[in-house]
T-cell receptor, first 116, second 111 residues
């Protein structure tokens, strides 16, 4: 079974530039998550989708971050404009059925963003 | 690959010894807990979970212990192997809400 795919794996940008990350979840997984992992910390949930609807985006900095999952499959996360403190690994995860945390989440390899 | 974290608590163990990784969780309402393993350059990988109505759960070479009185979770790895070297995170969830991850512990296995 193919895992969660993410691209790009690495991205370096200047502050105030824009960047987008892409995620393709495991086939059939209804729930998709985006996490931000700052160096030395655990992942922090940014946004959670079930199919193409947002379940939780309470920790998403909406003034600069946006995410979509238009057809309920792939998702993109965008930062516009980027700040230095956005440097982190952005992880995508998916789970099979509902959005409850007891459904095992499968993580992709992440995109490491460096903002200079 | 890139490092997951440079300033994490580190546990160093000899190959073949048992490892115990500890986690203090914050929310007394949490009723579901998971341990994840994260190798350098990879996303977290599920190891084992436990619900609050249990105090112990065993998997293959791993055991999770839950002490709700002191809000403490531990992961025991038997016969630690070089492939166990990674950063380990505990995560908690109160009442079917999204997971909250702890800061992580780096396990270093000495061959």
């Amino acid at each position: 079974e193919a895992g969660v795919a993410q691209s790009p794996r690495y991205k370096i940008i200047e502050k105030r530039q824009s960047v987008a990350f892409w995620c393709n979840p495991i086939s059939g997984h209804a729930t998709l998550y985006w996490y931000q992992q700052i160096l030395g910390q655990g992942p922090k949930l940014l946004i959670q989708f079930q199919n193409n609807g947002v379940v939780d985006d309470s920790q998403l900095p909406k003034d600069r971050f946006s995410a979509e999952r238009l057809k309920g499959v792939d998702s993109t996360l965008k930062i516009q404009p980027a700040k230095l403190e956005d440097s982190a690994v952005y992880l995508c995860a998916s789970s099979f059925i509902t959005s409850g945390p007891t459904n095992e989440q499968f993580f992709g390899p992440g995109t490491r963003l460096t903002v200079l | 690959g890139e490092s997951v974290g440079l300033h994490l608590p580190t546990l160093s163990v000899q190959e073949g010894d048992n490892s115990i990784i500890n986690c203090a969780y914050s929310n007394s309402a949490s009723d579901y807990f998971i341990w994840y393993k994260q190798e350098s350059g990879k996303g977290p990988q599920f190891i084992i979970d436990i619900r609050s109505n249990m105090d112990k759960r065993q998997g293959q070479r791993v055991t999770v212990l839950l002490n709700k009185t002191v809000k403490h979770l531990s992961l025991q790895i038997a016969a630690t192997q070089p492939g166990d070297s990674a950063v380990y995170f505990c995560a908690e969830s109160p009442g079917n809400t999204p997971l909250v991850f702890g800061k992580g512990t780096r396990l270093s296995v000495i061959a």
